[in-house]
């Protein structure tokens, strides 16, 4: 099955991360970037490896980015990923033992959230579908994120893709400042029956900051991971607060 998968990986100053996920992609034939214009040094660290296809857009929305990375496929799967995804040894074999006569059209792989390398316990991330065919694929926005609708069957695989994220807080909390606002705005121009049990939480704003907290440290056994648990429990719980304080500014200023 391998053979006929392409990984797709957006870019944007990933340094610190894409080398990571490479070192878990020799296996793949061709490997298509889409950069944004990274300033740092993203793009000497691809430039290292002979299988990648570099393209650069101007970001706009990262559907946009992906679904201009689907034009740059040539194989009949895609490996949609981030840049600091990391697939584990027992997730490639996996794959790599998976019928090509089959009836799927995509698969689901779960998640294991990391904090300087190492694997928690739990964390917030679902299972995504991010093995799927090409031609099956589309992705459309959903507030900050987005995410790939896929026509047909689906199956969840039983091996994990390690998020590990290795950039600096200050890298973080740039992004959460975006990514927040843009979702405060999808809550507030959304109507209550159309959104999600968690979204409607998020919409109270006291509460979810409060709740996420407990989630992460009792819940998903966060608090057994010592610092590198209550690091992640208080991050989530801090982005929580960032979109609280983005809703009440932007309802005060439509008052």
Sequence with gaps: MLEKITP???????ASNI????????W?????????????????????????????????????QCNYGLEKIPSEWVLS????????D??????QALSTDT????????????????????????????????????YVDDGHAHRVSIKGNSRLLSGYIYHDDRKPLSRWLWAQDRYMLIEAKKLLETPNNELSL??????????????????????KGGILD???????????ALAEILLAIYLIEAEKLRI
């Excluded at 080398?19 to 020799?26: D, G, I, K, S, V």
């Excluded at 990923?81 to 584990?88: G, R, S």
């Excluded at 010592?226 to 989530?236: K, L």
């Design 8 to 14: 797709l990986i957006l870019t944007y100053n990933e």
């Design 19 to 26: 080398n990571y996920t490479l070192r878990q992609l020799t």
């Design 28 to 64: 793949a034939n061709q490997i298509v970037v889409i950069d944004s214009y990274s300033t740092d040094k993203t793009l000497e660290i691809l430039e290292s490896y002979p299988q990648i296809k570099i393209y650069q857009k101007k970001f706009d929305s990262f559907a946009s």
């Design 81 to 88: 990923l981030d840049a600091d995804y990391v697939l584990t």
């Design 90 to 95: 027992e997730l490639i074999k996996e794959i």
């Design 103 to 138: 009836d799927a059209d995509s698969y689901s792989i779960k998640f294991k959230y990391c904090i300087f390398g190492k694997p928690l316990r739990g964390a917030l991330l679902p299972p995504r579908k991010v093995l799927y065919k090409k031609e099956k694929a589309i």
């Design 198 to 219: 968690g979204d409607r939480i998020r919409k109270q704003k006291v509460l979810a900051p409060i709740i996420i907290l407990v989630y992460c440290l009792v819940i």
């Design 226 to 236: 010592g610092w590198r648990g209550c690091y992640y429990a208080f991050q989530r």
